[in-house]
């Protein structure tokens, strides 16, 4: 998408995929399985004390096969939609610009990968191999400002 009015433009880049599944394994399912990490988001767990039957996990064990079996519960939407790149830039006018003795002066502010809208596992990227067992290398955002310069 890019648009434009007066001196002001804007630009967008966005990236997604709907229909699909993905499944975590191992580690990046269950904290407490081969040396993983607990979130915040894994005290969501029927517990006695937390009986609720929508806890987002069942009950969580250290050492217990049955919170690593195979099942459908595991297995999520990986459908999203991704801003990759989005931009927003001034054009100073040709009066001002040409005044300090420049063809163009253009001011902008960009960034990548900003937003993923998903229903995902938390904390996990949906364009992650399915099967995989949550270990990935996670998007890098970028903050970028830049002036540019005609003579």
Known sequence: ISLKYKNVDFQTFLQGVGKVDGYITGSG??????????????????????????????????GETNNTEYSDFWMKSAAYLRVKHIQIGYTLPKPVSEKLNLRNLRLFCSAENLLTFDNFWPDADPEISPGSSGAYYPQVKTFNTGLSVTF
């Open 29 to 62: 399912n269950v904290p407490f399985n081969m040396s993983g990490t607990a979130f915040d988001y894994h005290k969501d767990r029927w517990t006695i004390e937390n009986p609720n039957p929508n806890a987002m996990f069942p009950r969580l064990a250290f």
